[in-house]
């Protein structure tokens, strides 16, 4: 069984396009994958109720109830292990993780970022991405690596910026081709597994 788990902090709107596509394309029978679990730090993130709904396992781990980053990285790592996944993907998971949780899911954790990297890690891709007069953004898909956004690119999405944009008309372009990306990038993951 090739369990997937899925971290998210908010709306959970690139969580939900990998889990309406599993099921569209009977990811279970065609590659034995599925999603098992979504995990929040946020205990009201939108995205929880819409897994619930389609009888995915959930769980909240509030961040702010650890005393360090450590404890709060190796509680969320027992709360995933449970699952056993083959994949861990981050989305819109807007915690930055320790060195010993990205080594134990080495190889096997990825992340979708708002921007084409290397351009823009971090925050406020949009906004950048417009004040730099960049023609052109996008979303990426890579593996993470210890090094904020910087892991290896597993693919990646562009769009046009378009004169009057502002950093949220820009969001939603790139997100709504995220909901392509991800999915996509996914699929090919747990193809190869
Ligand atoms: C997405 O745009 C994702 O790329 C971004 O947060 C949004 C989450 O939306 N991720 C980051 O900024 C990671 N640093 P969603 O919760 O609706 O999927």
Redo the contacts with the bound molecule.
């Keep these: 069984k090739r369990n997937i788990v899925i971290l ?8 939900a396009a990998i889990v309406r596509t599993a099921q569209q394309e009977n990811w279970e029978q065609r590659y034995g994958a599925r999603v098992a679990a979504v995990l929040s730090n946020q205990a009201d993130a939108a ?1 929880l109720l819409l897994a619930r709904e389609q009888g995915i396992a959930t769980g909240a781990l509030d961040h702010r109830a650890f005393a360090s980053r450590e404890a709060f990285d190796a509680a969320l790592a027992a709360a995933i292990d449970r699952h056993q996944p083959a994949l861990v993907l ?5 915690r930055i993780l320790t060195p010993d949780f990205v080594a134990r899911y080495a190889g096997r954790l990825i ?4 921007s084409l990297l290397p351009a823009f890690t971090g ?1 406020h ?1 949009h906004q950048r991405a417009i004040d730099a007069g960049c023609r052109f953004a996008g ?1 990426t898909v890579h593996q993470v690596t210890a090094a904020l ?1 910087a892991g290896p690119i597993l693919d990646q999405a562009v769009v046009p910026v378009l004169p009057g944009d502002t950093a949220q008309t820009l ?1 939603a372009r ?2 709504s081709q ?1 909901h392509l990306l991800y999915p996509r990038a996914v699929r090919a993951l747990v193809r190869a597994l």
């Design positions: 998210i902090s908010g709306g959970g709107s690139n969580m995205g981050l989305a819109g998971f807007m992340n979708i970022h708002p925050l891709t979303a956004d969001a790139v997100l995220e």
